[in-house]
């Protein structure tokens, strides 16, 4: 299987993986007041550093998917140093959370009756009379 070996600065890292994903990330978030010319939303706005090591099951037909995190949102600050090694392995690290992923809904006339519901909620937001 495929896997991510993720390290922070000297820290121990950890193995992401699992036979049966379909999506495996590690994502560096850099989020806020990211330079001198960046307008902030609230007036005590600052960056906000974070890194999140995650996936998505693809298992067979009848069995729950799942979004799985090994690292979840880990504060960062301006010097860290990351790591990520893409390899193939036979043995990675536990998930430390499993999340029920929500059922994609490939019936077209139920999504159309939800595409209606929700223009018809909110048509006289947007809409003029």
């Known amino acids: ?53 995650g996936g998505l099951t693809a298992r067979a037909s009848g069995i729950t998917d799942e979004h799985l995190t090994w690292m979840s949102q880990k504060p960062l600050k301006i010097g860290d140093v990351i790591s990520v090694e893409v390899f193939d392995t036979i043995n990675a690290d536990a998930p430390v959370l499993g999340k029920e992923a929500e059922k994609r809904k490939h019936d077209e006339r139920e999504y159309f009756e939800h595409c209606k519901k929700v223009y018809l909620r909110l048509r006289a937001q947007y809409e003029p009379q």
């Open 1 to 53: 299987m495929y896997a991510l070996k993720v390290q922070v600065n000297d820290e121990a890292s950890i193995i992401a993986g699992a036979d049966d994903l379909g999506v495996l990330h590690a994502t560096v978030n850099c989020v806020g007041m990211l330079g001198k010319s960046s307008r902030p939303l609230r007036e005590d706005e600052s960056a906000d550093l974070f890194i999140t090591v």
